[in-house]
């Protein structure tokens, strides 16, 4: 049985972008039942550019909402309360989403059992004209040959809503967006959903995201592009320092099939200690690798266990505080404990080769010092281990570990 398709667009200030979003979901190759335009307060032409939409849309799905600003998370919240549909497909008003996409994401809910599919991206700017589009990649992707597409998410967001689309029930159990939030509200919200409902991948490029040099952020808090970087590290930052005390470390030990469960513990610590470090998190980070180190002190570390603590040096953020005081000496100590801690600082000196490397190319010279020397300090060079049990990571999730 088909599912009908909820799309959003919550809007604001982005009229000369907003018509071709628009007519993006209008001409979709599955039709999309209802379109809901949320105008969070615009002060520019959105009003007439929804109002010359409506007026070409021939089935009658836009719906045109306009309230004072009050920030996206509103905007999203108001607009989920109009939604018809048993899908909601949320779009940017920036980005434009390939005509080909509610087919392809809907087909997999409509025969699947998964609650949430997702999808790739392109990006693309455009020349001074507005006409020429120059397109570029897709950015920051992880391999997802192998681990959970919640791991990959919990370690770095990599796809968008405008590549999702969510049934609505979901929605309904994690409940609203977060209005306390000024950034990253949908890596939150997918955080929420992803770790209650199981999610498929499919290869396809969904949307093309469109990167020019606007404001960004609600009105009263906006950035220019540039500083897009420290901006979205700090929100999530935020949102990962609450999700610490939610997300119980049982739910990071569901990642994995062990022979013995407190191997299968010792890695969703090292686990969630690599998903802080690479958001700079390092207080909690050192405090997970330290619990990892202190169990099964000399039973060293299994593959699995290793190319995980090499990941944690590998975040799109960088990793530089880690490298000076007092982060270091914390780090350091790691070697106290047994061949386990002695592995867990080889294997987060071999994450930290690459970073030499990215140093020296960048002509970094300071940081390539800092780096060398926690390089001979923690002995980055492969250590043998002794792998008295097995320990893998699973694909997929089993439905119960989403009970948690």
Known sequence: MQGSISAIIPTFNRSSFLQEAIDALLHQT????????????????????????????????IQYFRAENQGKSSALNSAMKEVRGEY????????????????KMAEVLDATDVDIVAGAHARFRTDESEKDKEFFGTGYW????????????????????????????????????????SRSIDYEMFVRLCTRFPIKMIDDVLFYQRKHGGARGPEGQQH???????????????????????????????????????????????????????RCDWMRA????????????????????????????AGKHGNAEAYSSPVRKQLLSLSQF?????????????????????ALNNRDFKLLTKI??????????????????????????????YNW
Not at 46 to 55: C, D, F, G, L, R
Not at 147 to 165: K, M, P, T, W
Not at 293 to 312: C, F, H, K, W, Y
Not at 338 to 358: D, H
């Open 142 to 181: 992880p391999d997802l040959s192998s681990g959970s597409i919640i791991r990959h998410l919990l370690e770095d967001i990599f796809f968008f809503q405008n590549a999702s689309l969510v049934r609505r029930a979901c929605f309904d159990k994690v409940g609203p967006f977060r209005e306390d939030l």
């Open 372 to 401: 060398t020397t926690f390089l001979l300090q923690s002995g980055a060079r492969p250590h043998p281990g002794t792998f008295a049990s097995h320990l893998s990571e699973l694909d997929h999730l089993t439905h119960e570990a």
């Open 224 to 278: 220019a592009a540039k500083k897009s970087e420290e901006v979205w590290l700090s929100a999530d930052r935020e949102i990962f320092c609450d999700l610490y005390q939610t997300l119980p470390i049982s739910f990071y030990a569901s990642f994995f099939e062990a022979e013995k469960s407190a191997l299968a513990l010792r890695a969703a610590h090292l686990q969630r200690a690599c998903v802080y470090a690479r």
């Open 88 to 103: 909601v497909w949320i779009c940017d008003d920036d980005d434009v989403a390939c005509l080909d996409a509610a087919e």
């Open 286 to 313: 050192i405090e997970d690798f330290k619990a990892a180190a202190q169990m099964a002190e000399n039973d060293g570390l299994t593959p699995t266990e290793i190319d995980i603590v090499v990941r944690s040096m």
């Open 338 to 358: 047994g061949l386990t801690g002695k592995t867990i600082l080889n294997a987060l000196g071999r994450g930290s080769v690459w970073r030499a490397r990215e």
């Open 30 to 61: 599955r039709p999309v039942a209802q379109i809901i335009v949320w105008d969070d307060g615009s002060t520019d032409a959105t009003p007439e550019i929804v109002k010359s939409a409506m007026n070409a849309d021939k089935r009658g799905v």
